[in-house]
């Protein structure tokens, strides 16, 4: 019965493909070239290309053999170097793009002599929370598309890159968890898509999300806890009811990816901040580019806010292409009480 009636349901309801969606939002921009429309689908294509991969994770040794080639007699990679590979190639080629960055690459990517220049830059993650795949831990691709600085039909330059994320023209995400889901924004909400896999369509599956207004879960490395300032720390007695604090629940995958998606879903606030004892990594560990400001950007356009404990994360200036910053990211009122205790206790 309960069968019959989701399928009629499913039947009535208007379904909508990512590129049906993208196409909509394009028509209410008569001056669009189209090209932002074609970027997007073409890593919603790297994105069905990469869940691909990743749902086969855990058989590359069964269909591999001893030394690194798989049944098909090519060589097995690692996931994330053919995520970053499949990114690349369908981009470099398209006339769309000027210059890329990946996590992978120290430097910047530059489209191939043989190709076109276009007007954007695309920064991404190809596999962010990689070392969780040998747990079948969700793991996601982030991305951030620029407009170029420099000129049209030169190369892209480093300074293309180098852009704050209050510049960023469209953002998103697509994790790899119990299903595919694509979830992105161009600056006008945010939408998320579920890939159907017997179709191998990405369907609207999370119109216009909002943050819900009662925060559920804080999520940070609480075995960190110990080596984060005295304002950190006080913060994080807070947010576990000390001092009027709301007492809310626990929840850290370790995964930024999959960690945002619920903190965005549930409402609570995800933080990376620095470990005082890691002198290594003096400004925390994730990276401004291609992991904190597009999912700062679809906090932002979703009613919620990024801080570096002490300003917005978007209105940073990078300064080189791997910079890091320390990360509160959620409802506004939990992240502005991150930046009180901090200045409070941190000076
Ligand atoms: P990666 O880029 O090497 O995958 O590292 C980034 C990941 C994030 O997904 C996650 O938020 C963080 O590292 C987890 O770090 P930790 O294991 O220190 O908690
Ligand atoms: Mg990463």
Redesign the pocket.
């Known amino acids: 019965m309960m069968t019959t009636r989701n399928s009629q349901k499913k039947l009535t309801g208007q379904i909508t493909t990512i590129e049906r969606h993208i196409l909509e939002k394009q028509s209410q921009h008569p001056d669009a070239t189209g090209a932002l429309t074609a970027l997007m689908y073409d890593i919603a294509l790297a994105g069905k290309l990469i869940a691909g991969h990743t749902t086969q994770a855990g058989l590359a040794e069964v269909i591999g053999t001893t030394s690194q080639t798989n049944i098909h007699g090519e060589e097995v990679q690692k996931l994330d170097e053919a995520a970053d590979k499949i990114l690349f190639r369908l981009n470099d080629h398209t006339g769309r793009v000027a210059v890329m960055v990946s996590?992978e690459a120290d430097d910047i990517l530059a489209i191939p002599e043989k190709y076109p220049t276009g007007k954007y830059v695309l920064s991404y993650?190809p596999l962010?929370?990689?070392?969780n795949i040998d747990y079948n831990v969700s793991v996601g691709t982030i991305f951030a598309i620029h407009q170029r600085l420099s000129a049209d039909g030169e190369r892209g330059t480093r300074e293309d890159a180098l852009q704050p994320g209050n510049k960023i023209v469209a953002a998103g995400y697509i994790l790899y968890g119990s299903s595919t889901m694509l979830v992105y924004s161009v600056g006008n909400g945010v939408y998320g898509f579920t890939l159907d896999p017997q179709i191998g369509e990405f369907l609207l599956s999370h119109p216009d999300i909002k943050l819900p207004a009662k925060p559920k879960y804080f999520s940070a490395?609480l075995g960190y806890q110990r080596k984060w300032s005295a304002g950190v720390r006080k913060y994080t007695d807070w947010l576990q009811g000390e001092d009027g604090g709301p007492t809310l629940g626990l929840r850290y995958i370790?995964?930024?990816?999959a960690?945002f998606h619920r903190t965005l879903l549930s409402g609570g606030v995800f933080y990376?901040p620095v470990n005082t004892r890691d002198a290594k990594r003096p400004h925390g560990?994730?990276r401004l580019l291609y992991?904190v400001n597009p999912l700062a950007f679809l906090m932002k356009q979703a009613g919620g806010y990024t801080s570096n404990g002490h300003r917005d994360v978007l209105d940073i200036q990078p300064t080189n292409l791997h910079h890091r910053t320390p990360v509160f990211m959620g409802n506004k009122d939990l992240v502005l009480q991150a930046e009180k205790f901090i200045k409070e206790y941190d000076g």
Do not use: C, R
């Open positions: 996590e993650d962010d929370g990689s070392s490395n370790g995964s930024m990816v960690d990376y560990k994730l992991e």
